[in-house]
């Protein structure tokens, strides 16, 4: 069953780890990696990734990706956008706490953060507008 466009926004907003897929260059099959995603219903979805990493530079290049997520439980269901790169933004701490909050244990958002900052690197945001949607609750089994 497709879901309705309040349930795929909802189901999308849900912190899930994503499956982002860009296309690198024309002789290859997509770039797809899992990645950590913000999404709020009705607005831009977001990532962060070191300025040049592979898959900044072809989403930069490409001027757009994909993202898709899924779950198996309760019910099988699943949530694949694809859209444009709206913008990309400067990272900051609020943006890596923003981030990491969704995904972690609040007790363990703070250490993480200042090991991002330490170890892993600059980063930037990238932005998209979701365009197309495919989606489909497809029932428990």
Known sequence: MTLSLREREHFLAEPHIGALSVTERPD?????VPIWYHYTPGGELWVR???DSRKARA???AG???LMVQRTEPTVRYVSVEG??????P????LSWAMAERYLPQ????EFVAYEQTQLGEHIALYMQP???VSADLGAF
Do not use: I, N, Y
Not at 91 to 94: A, E, G, K, M, T
């Open 28 to 32: 290859r099959a997509p770039l797809t």
């Open 49 to 51: 990734t070191g300025p």
């Open 59 to 61: 989403m930069r290049s």
């Open 64 to 66: 757009r990706f994909s």
């Open 84 to 89: 444009p790169v709206t913008r990309t933004a």
């Open 91 to 94: 990272d900051s701490r609020q």
């Open 107 to 110: 007790d363990k958002v703070a």
């Open 131 to 133: 365009e197309h949607w």
